[in-house]
């Protein structure tokens, strides 16, 4: 088969962008966690920027790659009443060690630490869905796994009296790197 006709092979099937599912987990306040799984809207997908430097030899310049840096991903959730990602969210920048200072007598100088981010919710995944040809059920071929992530803006959405639209969560996620892997899984319940 040439490149030019892989179209109109039956096998072919391309990844869609409808068809994936995020897990996380986030603080319930309780000491438990809930997951989301169900209320991701959208997400990017990993990107990554290899730097480069350069270096001039008489009227030449030539190019060298440099270091390589993650980019961020942004995450939308829709906000339900049950479970509440706006509570769920708050409850992640307590349990990540951000102490609301009530009065003065409790304010304290404790920080947020990579330790205390990254552990406030489980590792975030980006589950790649398609159809199995041989048993026509849906499965796992792929999966993103962002490693030491941590959320670095959350924008809790809006409310607008000339809009039916649901709220939605905006979460820019910052990590360290990402894995890729193929799979071949049933869609874990």
Known sequence: MSKTDFWINPSFEPKRQFRFLVELSLPDGNGGEQNVQYLAK????????ISSNDHQFFNHTFYYPGRVTWNTIDLTLVDPISPNASQLLYNYLQTAGVQVPTS??????????????????????????????????????????????????????????????????????????AEYAVKNEKLRS
């Open 42 to 49: 959208s997400v990017d997908r990993p990107s990554y920027s």
């Open 104 to 177: 003065v007598s409790n304010a304290t100088m404790s920080t947020i630490t990579k330790a205390t981010a990254v552990g406030a919710k489980t590792d975030i995944k980006i589950l790649e869905i398609a159809t199995d040809r041989g048993s026509n059920e849906s499965k796992i071929k792929g999966e993103w796994k962002l490693l030491n992530s941590f959320f670095t803006d959350v924008n809790f959405g809006s409310h607008s009296y000339d809009s039916e639209d649901m709220v939605e969560v905006s979460v820019t996620v910052q990590y360290d790197w």
